[in-house]
Structures are given as structure tokens and as C-alpha cells.
């Protein structure tokens, strides 16, 4: 079982910037890929960012392309997804995640293809 936590959530104002990372209790980190979702109140929960397991590959939500970037340490067991350029539609709670295996880009965009989430980390981005 991959543990995973969050943090570097908080209140930040528009156009403003976050980082977030998602430390993952083992080695094993390296084999997976790591999926951002966030879910704003009210809202389901979606697609944001994700990695593959050697970082080869990115993928974005049309609604964060050029303002986020997603990445990883995998020395580190850590994942990271830089926020830049914030708006208040961004506000909600990031969770990471993680997917045991590879496949084409859809498997990565889906949350049902990952098996391990972290308890979020909510991010506020005030006008």
C-alpha cells in the first residue's frame, strides 16, 4: 500500500503562486504514476495534471495548461505541482494520486486507473 500526503496548500491571491507536493511513504513511488485531481465545493472531482513513472510524460486539463506544471523526484518519493498564475476557479482541494500501472494518455486522466489517494489539501485563491 502507497501511502500519500499532501501539502503546500493554502490562501494565496489571484495570479499568485502555489507549490504542492505529495510524499509517498515508499520506494516503490518510482513504478507508479502520479495523478493531481482537485474537487471544488460543490463539484466533482477532476482532472488536473499527471506524470508518468519516469517522468517522461506530462498531461494537463485544458483549464491549466500553461499556468500549471506537474513533476517528480522520485529520489525523493515525492511528486510536485507547481501553480502559477492562480484564479479564483482554482480554488479547491487537491488531491495526488497514484496508478499502479502505464498506458496510453486517457489511463492517466481517469481517476478510477489510480488506486492510491492522499487526503487533499485544499488551496483558496482569493480576487
Known amino acids: 500500500q502507497v501511502q500519500l500526503v499532501e501539502s503546500g496548500g493554502g490562501l494565496v491571491q489571484a495570479g499568485g503562486s502555489l507549490r504542492l507536493s505529495c510524499a509517498a511513504s515508499?520506494?516503490?513511488?518510482?513504478?507508479?504514476?502520479v495523478g493531481w485531481f482537485r474537487q471544488a465545493p460543490g463539484k466533482g472531482r477532476d482532472f488536473v495534471a499527471a506524470?508518468?513513472?519516469?517522468?517522461?510524460?506530462?498531461y494537463y486539463a485544458d483549464s491549466v495548461k500553461g499556468r500549471f506544471t506537474i513533476s517528480r523526484d522520485n529520489a525523493k518519493n515525492t511528486a510536485y505541482l507547481q501553480m502559477n498564475s492562480l484564479k479564483p476557479e482554482d480554488t479547491a482541494v487537491y488531491f495526488c494520486?497514484?496508478?499502479?500501472?502505464?498506458?496510453?494518455?486517457?489511463?492517466?486522466?481517469?481517476?478510477?486507473?489510480?488506486?492510491?489517494w492522499g487526503q487533499g489539501t485544499q488551496v483558496t485563491v482569493s480576487s
Open positions: 506524470i508518468t513513472s519516469t517522468g517522461v510524460s506530462t
Open positions: 494520486a497514484a496508478a499502479p500501472r502505464r498506458g496510453y494518455a486517457a489511463y492517466y486522466t481517469a481517476q478510477n486507473n489510480y488506486n492510491h
Open positions: 515508499e520506494r516503490t513511488f518510482s513504478s507508479y504514476a
